[in-house]
């Protein structure tokens, strides 16, 4: 059973340019998470998403940044004229639709440098 | 506001002596407690969680412990090994779905 998948596992952008983040969740799995880590620090909430709804939007910055999980494919988190501050670890975790399974698994992540 | 903080930044134990990391929390409505383990340049991996109708848990050779009265939190690693050398997150689950994170300890094994 593979884990969640997140390419590319690196990234490299120049200030301006558009960045686009893939998450496949685990099999099984409707409910995915995304999640920013800078360097030193722990990993901030971004975004929930379940099959083409957003649930929670709260940590996510007002412009510039979208996410979706379409009924057929990965999930995405777009990031557009992207800044130097933006550089940093971006993870999905998902979980199963059952609530009462609540444990959230985490991809490789997906590393961002803006130049 | 919301915050899950960790008492010690690093920790540097003898290999096969015990761990003890501990975590504090604010939220006293969150009822689902995870801890997981990061090593360098990977994702988060999950280790053992805790729900709020518990004080204690045990999986192998790890302990998390829950203290609701004074909204506190700790993993236990028995006979640490090389292996476990890693920065270790508690996270809770707050009302929503989403997790909140502690800055993370660093936990050094010495051979």
């Known amino acids: 059973n593979a884990g969640v998948m997140q390419n590319p596992r690196h990234l490299v952008r120049r200030r301006g340019q558009e960045a686009r983040l893939r998450c496949s969740p685990m099999?099984?799995?409707?409910?995915v998470y995304w999640y920013r880590q800078l360097p030193e620090e722990g990993l901030k909430f971004m975004v929930y998403l379940q099959k083409e709804n957003i649930i929670d939007e709260s940590g996510m910055p007002k412009e510039r940044f979208s996410a979706e999980f379409p009924k057929e494919g990965p999930s995405i988190l777009r990031i557009q004229q992207v800044v130097r501050g933006d550089s940093a670890a971006y993870f999905c975790?998902?979980?199963?639709?059952?609530?009462?399974?609540?444990?959230?698994?985490f991809g490789p992540g997906t590393r961002l440098l803006v130049l | 506001g919301e915050s899950v903080g960790l008492h010690l930044p690093t920790l540097s134990v003898q290999e096969g002596d015990n761990s003890i990391i501990n975590c504090a929390y604010s939220n006293s409505a969150s009822d689902y407690f995870i801890w997981y383990k990061q090593e360098s340049g990977k994702g988060p991996q999950f280790i053992i969680d805790?729900?709020?109708?518990?004080d204690k848990r045990q999986g192998q050779r790890v302990t998390v412990l829950l203290n609701k009265t004074v909204k506190h939190l700790s993993l236990q690693i028995a006979a640490t090994q090389p292996g476990d050398s890693a920065v270790y997150f508690c996270?809770?689950?707050?009302?929503?779905?989403?997790?909140?994170f502690g800055q993370g300890t660093e936990l050094s094994v010495k051979p």
């Open positions: 975790a998902s979980s199963p639709a059952d609530r009462a399974r609540e444990t959230q698994y």
């Open positions: 996270a809770e689950k707050v009302k929503g779905g989403k997790l909140i």
């Open positions: 805790i729900r709020s109708n518990m």
């Open positions: 099999k099984g799995h409707s409910h």
